[in-house]
């Protein structure tokens, strides 16, 4: 017969209250598949292993929210948990030195009478963007299969494909022989099991031959670039057709469409300005533009994926995977988010808005550039 613990034993174990293990039980996160005699909770070795992940995911800083979705995930088996476990687990020992590294160095020049500068101070803290976001991408940022299809439809006959700025590997064509690029390294250690091979780059300056692939895909990445238009003229030299998946902010009208930034969050005018416009992205590369309509239930979590679902908006872990909530900074997300939902108890949202309850899909300035 299969041995099986205690849930006093597990807790004692794993440094958890038995307390903790019945909230897990309870909300069904970890739930002991057996019974003792006298009748307490039991855990045989499959719930032991969910319970590791859960705790691993749960000490890495990720939400029970969150953990839950990773954990139910049926596309991941525990040797790929172990991996991801382990990369995650690697970068936050890399950062930690890296901070430590940084005081090290101060504390000696401050031995010595020397102020560094404020550059230099914040120097530890001077992670990019998607190092503050890409924990939370797993639980919200999945493939919409619908916008998908479009985007594989636009790679034609490719063969072979590179991915730039590929995240954990979301709308990576599954038929074709692919190759992604990331420079988070946060992003790489999310990717599956399986997933196609990843290279530490950035889209400004690609390492490979030109002409090296059939098509070049970028999704929803292009606004986090150092230099948008160098990242393309990249892409367009390393392969003979690009497809990138972006936002036409050059049009001020988007802004009016999207109850969010009209009514809410008025700061994401200030995030697009001075960003290349469609347009010129688009001109850079000899592209066509396409509009991309979201459908009502996108299951791609980014800023505009909720427009028929405001709710979502309010929980935290909806907001942490979209990187627009962390350049507005706290003051104005809290804000933001107070009125929203204030609205929604009072109605207001409803009478606002109430045309868009008809709609199956929006036009929200999403674009695709196909060249």
Not at 2 to 23: D, K
Not at 72 to 94: F, K, V
Request: charged share 25%; net charge negative.
């Amino acid at each position: 017969m299969e041995e099986h613990l205690t849930v006093g034993r597990v807790a004692e174990l794993a440094g958890v209250s038995v307390r903790t293990l019945h909230h897990y039980d309870e909300i069904g996160l970890v739930q002991p598949s057996a019974r003792t005699a006298a009748g307490y909770r039991a855990y045989a070795a499959g719930d032991v292993e969910r319970l590791r992940e859960v705790l691993a995911y749960r000490r890495l800083g990720f939400g029970l929210r969150e953990i839950a979705d990773l954990v139910d995930d049926p596309t991941t088996d525990a040797i790929a948990h172990l991996h991801r476990l382990r990369g995650l687990l690697l970068e936050q020992r890399d950062r930690t030195a890296a901070m430590v590294a940084a005081i090290d160095s101060e504390l000696e020049a401050r031995a010595m009478g020397i102020r560094t500068t404020p550059e230099e101070q914040l120097k530890v803290f001077g992670a990019q963007l998607y190092e503050t976001i890409g924990s939370a991408y797993p639980a919200t940022r999945r493939t919409e299969p619908r916008i998908a299809a479009r985007v594989w439809e636009a790679l034609g006959d490719a063969r072979t494909v590179l991915n730039v700025g590929a995240g954990t590997g979301s709308y990576e064509p599954p038929d074709r022989d692919v190759t992604a690029v990331e420079p988070s390294a946060v992003m790489r250690a999310q990717r599956p099991a399986g997933a196609a091979p990843c290279v530490a780059a950035d889209a400004e300056s690609l390492p490979f031959e030109d002409r090296s692939f059939d098509a070049a895909m970028a999704f929803s990445t292009v606004h986090h670039w150092h230099d948008p238009i160098a990242g393309l003229r990249e892409m367009r030299r390393v392969a003979r057709r690009v497809v990138v998946f972006t936002h036409d902010t050059g049009d001020t009208g988007w802004r009016q469409r999207f109850w969010l930034s009209r009514d809410y969050l008025p700061e994401v005018a200030g995030l697009v300005a001075g960003r290349p416009s469609v347009d010129r992205l688009a001109d850079a590369i000899g592209a066509r533009m396409e509009p991309v309509l979201i459908p009502w239930d996108c299951a791609d979590g980014f800023f505009e994926a909720y427009w028929r679902r405001p709710e979502a908006y309010l929980d935290e872990h909806v907001r942490r995977a979209v990187s627009v909530w962390t350049r507005v900074g706290p003051a104005a997300e809290q804000r933001a988010v107070g009125r929203l939902r204030d609205d929604l108890s009072s109605g207001r949202w409803a009478e606002r808005n109430h045309d868009l309850v008809a709609l199956d899909a929006a036009e929200l300035g999403l674009r695709l550039l196909v060249a």
